[in-house]
């Protein structure tokens, strides 16, 4: 698979990295605010690709990456000279959890003959909420809201989730900002 770095979107940049992890046998999930511009075609930009790994014990990551050109920068970052615009990151895992939630199931897709995941859109805007509830990240709100007019939610189990991280205003407020 091949993809121009230097203006790739996160959804081609997802597929590129992840299918090339897959091949190395690196199962990985992509969550965080890539998501959300991959489900709201663009319309947000994200900045960078949060990658958890499904396998505590996996190894041969900094190899896989290098072999596509990523230099491992810091302890989770990597970055590639021709893709300014986008970086690529291992923020932790496993599990694959939002907050106290690791009863995740995320989304697959197929791509050149691999599967590859990422949050369901019910995850993502439920992974959006946690940082309005718990930072009173207001753009996490609308990056919620967005996916959400975009795609089917499973709206009893956001709210069930909301209300269990003690965010009953956060979750009328996504209601509310919905109806707009």
């Not at 958890?52 to 990597?78: C, N, P, Q, S, W």
Request: charged share 30%; aromatic share 10%; proline share 3%.
């Amino acid at each position: 698979m091949k993809i121009d770095l230097r203006n790739c979107s996160e959804l081609e940049l997802w597929h590129y990295v992840a299918v090339h992890l897959k091949k190395h046998d690196i199962d990985t999930v992509l969550v965080g605010g890539a998501v959300v511009s991959i489900y709201t075609n663009g319309a947000y930009k994200s900045g960078d690709l949060d990658f958890v790994k499904l396998d505590l014990f996996t190894t041969g990551l900094e190899k896989a990456m290098k072999e596509i050109g990523f230099e491992k920068k810091g302890t989770r970052h990597y970055i590639h000279k021709d893709c300014k615009h986008l970086f690529v990151e291992f923020p932790g895992g496993p599990p694959v959890g939002i907050r106290e939630d690791n009863s995740i199931t995320p989304d697959e897709v197929e791509v050149d003959g691999q599967i590859i995941k990422i949050y369901s859109p019910t995850d993502c805007v439920k992974d959006r909420l946690a940082s309005y509830i718990h930072f009173k990240a207001q753009e996490c709100l609308d990056q919620a809201v967005m996916v959400a007019k975009k795609h089917p939610v499973r709206f009893e189990e956001i709210k069930k989730w909301c209300l269990g991280e003690k965010g009953e205003s956060q979750w009328e407020d996504f209601i509310e900002k919905l109806k707009k």
